[in-house]
């Protein structure tokens, strides 16, 4: 079983929709979880890193489920520049775990 | 976050040659690591390098391939050696620091081989 697993999409959702992606990880001793943002051709990049608690940032919101051992990533309102692959990563004890990435293409 | 300068930003190269990637932050940073990532495919880790000591490889990558060098906590490089046309693919450095924090990636190496 990979450590981290993502659906590679591609998720096809016109302007203004609200997306979501689950990212799933299979060691629950897992300590540290963030989503990036890669677009074609580009280096990733930090989206943003997911607390126990919960985080927002603007249109994103990013929640970890540690009994269920996932995390998600919710889009509001998309805009076509959100078109992108986003790629969950897990830390276990300073080893680091990316997933293969859930591309989201956003259509006018 | 850090600022990371990876030279050069592309090639293209002949069989048989090797290609050293350079990675340079703009301040100390703990881990250094470098990836691999295939067109359409998800990043490969190659290996962590280890500053004044012999990286760290995955699986499926030896020192002879890629050696890496790591003379101090702001710069390593990558040498793609006997390059032949399976290594064209993007090259990525990227470092993070202590304590989980999440890495940053360079702008990449596009590597194309003849």
């Known amino acids: ?108 | 976050s850090a600022v990371i300068s990876q030279k050069p930003s592309r090639d293209i190269c002949q069989r048989g040659t090797s290609l050293t990637i350079q990675c340079q932050v703009d301040s100390q940073v703990t881990m250094m690591f470098w990836y691999r990532q295939q067109p359409g495919q998800s990043l490969t880790l190659i290996a962590t390098a280890n500053q004044g000591s012999e990286a760290t490889y995955e699986s499926g990558f030896v020192i002879d391939k890629f050696p890496i060098s790591r003379p101090n906590l702001t710069f390593s490089t990558l040498t793609v050696s006997n390059l032949s046309p399976e290594d064209s693919s993007i090259y990525l450095c990227s470092v993070s620091g202590e304590g989980n924090q999440p890495q940053h990636f360079g702008d990449g190496t596009r590597l194309s081989i003849l």
Do not use: H
């Not at chain 1, 992606?21 to 943002?37: E, G, I, P, V």
């Open chain 1, 1 to 108: 079983r990979k450590e981290v697993e993502q659906d590679p999409g591609p998720f096809n959702v016109p302007e203004g929709a609200t997306v979501a992606f689950n990212c799933t990880y299979s060691n629950s001793a897992s300590q540290s979880f963030f989503w990036y943002r890669q677009d074609c051709r580009k280096e990733p990049k930090l989206l943003m890193s997911v607390y126990s608690s919960g985080n927002e940032d603007g249109r994103f919101t990013a929640q970890l489920n540690r009994a269920s051992q996932y995390i998600s990533l919710l889009i509001r309102d998309s805009k076509l520049s959100d078109s992108a692959t986003y790629l969950c990563v897990v830390i276990n004890f300073n080893k680091f775990y990316f997933g293969s990435g859930t591309k989201l293409n956003v259509k006018p």
